[in-house]
């Protein structure tokens, strides 16, 4: 079984990007945002360091918009977190858009639109879930699980 590997890299206090890749073979699939740790706070923070079941979630309203958005969607990718619900990858650019999810995008910088906070950021998010969506989907339906490690963290 395939289980997938997210390594968070930096962190500046709004925001936390990383890199999500394919276990056992290294195989990077993209760059990652999530909010800071908040102590696993709902909607305030990300998941804690570990090892977390992924699991096909059919209902919500991510799910209603991507289905019809896309007609290559169809489940959400959720991750099981104890004291948390509905962890979702999804899309999104910055730590506004997150509210606890990881985000997918093909880029990683900073968010220096008209009148943005600066904070660390993700682009082509809409590109990068497109692209790991059949991933993501397959490591779910199998039962695969999600490791997240804390690489180094230095905010920059």
Sequence with gaps: MTDLLLIRQKTDGMATQGELHL??????LCYTLELPWRNNERGRSCIPVGRWPLRLRGEGGFHERYTERWD????MI???VPGRTVILFHVGNTHHQSDGCILVGEQKGYDTTEGAD????????RDAYRDTYPILHKCAANGAHLHVTNGDQRGE
């Design 23 to 28: 276990m056992p073979a290294p195989g990077f």
């Design 78 to 80: 959720e991750i099981k």
């Design 118 to 125: 600066g904070a660390l950021a993700v682009w082509a998010s």
């Design 72 to 75: 290559w969607h169809r489940e």
